[in-house]
């Protein structure tokens, strides 16, 4: 049975992957490592050792434990401008690309995995995911509904309660819009009054603070007139499906989301609503989806009161329903509720709120993770994941977490699978990662250094030796090179030397404007 893959060759680099020690060090099976500059060729190198491990040939020099039946490949990129490795092998062992297709990570791509993202979120110590209270406005949702029934549909479509109740609705937009102008106005003219040069009448800028103080209240009344309007056409539409109730609250929350999906397009917006009010469903999958959703959301509002993680109440603007999400799934709300509540978009799980590296890390291991489930479906018991970049818009910190929670979320997977193995290949630029690898499983394209520094090793040490790179920034480099160049150096010279934060460099030239 195959275990786990012993090496990787190509051309003239060997991958080794089976190290005895590394199961003493990580949780995975094997955590690999490729390092070089720019334009080496560590990207080149994993897709043609990706390609040939995903079409066995005679040619292809690989160790291996055994049959390959139960193998499966995973690649995933964090670096722009990639070519989809999907569409460029041709494969006998399943393989799949799950890298971003593009900047926007939309978390609905996570809806049927929601539990996963949260898990890795919690993993991660974040809070951006916590739930905030999600509000249904009245008065947002009729001006969604006199929009698609004033643009796409006749009055005479709807009924005559409903399209008088929306041009009164109509009219007060236009006089909110009226009294707001004139609210600028008194305001700008108050700002005239004051702004004039040498003294001006006290009178004149009591009368522009009357009328401004009047536009604020006449703003106040057409506001509240605006949204009793919106608040009512709700409650006309709901009691024209019968009394009022429990499930009729579920019906408009289901509506409202159904919306929210909608937003792009108004057209969709218009036919659904029309639908909705009228009972006229002409689409049945979108009468199907309707009574889906108002089925989803009342059962998810009754698990959360029942797991005591929220609430759901009605105020004078409108619905209101409240949670933390890590505590329902903590008591039991099912991956099947929790997934239905994501569709909807009842469970906003982050992406609009996450920080770029949040996101990206988040994404990363959902996406590999959701992989992996797949094909143990399959039947495959044994992965190589290959990941390049995978630290790319991480802060140091967690460049330093990174591998430690790639190791700790992956094997969590392995076991809880009972998968034989996972072995993990990352290609990076980043010192700190090659300070959590051993020295056997790094692999350095480019010219050769004296030596490989990397497990446990000071980053100076890595970053001199493994990258063959000088531990300060060019600038500084330069500077210090002209400073030591010099023979005699002045006060400006000496200024300059007082900002080099390392204490020997700055003391070896400041014996020279002693001298």
Known sequence: MLEQIRSLRDSKFLIKLKNPISREIYQLDSVNLIIGDNGTGKTRLMKSVMRDLCTPTAEAEYSIDGPTEDLAVIYYTAAPFHRRMQDALRTTIPFMDVSPRSSHLDVRNFAHDAKEFLTIARLLDLD???????????AE?????VNSLFNEYSPDAFPNWLSSTA?????SIDTLQKYELDRRQAY?????IVDQNGPYQLIQLKEAEQTVAQMNSEMARAADAHFKIGKLGVSRILSARGPRSYDQACQWVAVCCIMRNFSASRTRQASFIHQFITEQWVNSNLRNWFVHATESIENFIYAIEKTQAGKFSWSEKGASLTFDLSKAIDRGMSEDLLNRAAKLGLTDLGFNKFSSGEAAITHQLASISR???????????????FIDEGDLLLH???QRQYLAVLDERLSTIRDKLSLKSIQVIVATHSPLLASDVLRESITRLGEATTQTNSFAAPLQKIVNYSFGTPAIGAIAEATIDKLQAKTVLDSTDELIINEIDDDFVRQFLLKKTRQ
Do not use: C, T, Y
């Open 167 to 171: 041009h009164e609705f109509r009219d």
């Open 396 to 398: 140091l910190n967690w």
């Open 371 to 385: 992989a992996i489930h797949q094909f143990e479906k399959r039947g495959k018991r044994n992965f190589v994941v």
């Open 188 to 192: 700008n003219m108050e700002h005239s």
């Open 128 to 138: 951006s995911f916590r739930e905030r209270p999600l509000n249904f406005d009245f």
């Open 141 to 145: 949702f009729f001006e969604k509904v």
